[in-house]
Nanobody, 120 residues
Framework: QVHLAESGGGLVQAGGSLRLSCLVS????????MAWFRQAPGKEREFVAAIYRVGAVTEYADSVKGRFTISRDSAENTLDLQMNSLEHVDTAVYYC?????WGGGKYDYWGQGTQVTVSS
């Protein structure tokens, strides 16, 4: 069984930075496509970024391109999301996900989420 645990959320002022981390246990992180999603109050969950098994290809939502960077550490079995130039609209619960998401596939495993609040 795969378990995902996010950390690193918090309160930050607009323009600031945060780094989220997701510890993967149960399987090697390279087994899966890995992604970050987020859900703001009253809104549907949305895709933020992904890093795929093959070639560590990355993909970003247009709203975060140039500001967020996704990375993984196979030795530590962790997935990170570096978030810079944060905006109030980035306020959400951020979720780590693992699965086979390439080409519209499905993420089967999810963490509990970590709250990110950006004050304007």
């Amino acid at each position: 069984q795969v378990h995902l645990a996010e950390s690193g959320g918090g309160l930050v002022q607009a323009g600031g930075s945060l780094r989220l981390s997701c510890l993967v246990s149960g399987r090697a992180i390279g087994t899966y496509d890995m992604a970050w999603f987020r859900q703001a109050p009253g809104k549907e969950r949305e895709f933020v970024a992904a890093i795929y098994r093959v070639g560590a290809v990355t993909e970003y939502a247009d709203s975060v391109k140039g500001r967020f960077t996704i990375s993984r550490d196979s030795a530590e079995n962790t997935l990170d999301l570096q978030m810079n130039s944060l905006e109030h609209v980035d306020t959400a619960v951020y979720y780590c996900a693992a699965g086979y998401g390439w080409g519209g596939g499905k993420y089967d495993y999810w963490g509990q989420g970590t709250q990110v609040t950006v004050s304007s």
